[in-house]
């Protein structure tokens, strides 16, 4: 398997520790993580041209993708 970018792991490598606690102890995170986690792959397949998408459509997951890794953030830091 081919290395996806932006892996939240990578992204905050500074609080690998309290994703994995809240992945099991908040089920929001959780849900929050594995839809990040999606979309990632989504733009992944899609910029290597595995899934091949329009234009539009690139944007609009980049844009979801940002937002769910602003969420997770904020969860992080706070």
Do not use: W
């Not at 290395?3 to 500074?14: G, Q, Y």
């Amino acid at each position: 398997m081919s290395h996806t970018p932006h892996e939240l792991a990578e992204e905050f490598p500074e609080h690998v520790a309290k994703m994995h606690e809240l992945k099991t102890s908040n089920a929001h995170f959780a849900k929050l993580f594995d839809a990040y986690h999606d979309i990632n792959r989504a733009v992944h397949r899609a910029e290597t041209n595995i899934e091949p998408t329009d234009d539009f459509n690139m944007e609009s997951m980049r844009k979801e993708r940002l937002k769910l890794k602003d969420e997770i953030y904020g969860m992080l830091a706070g």
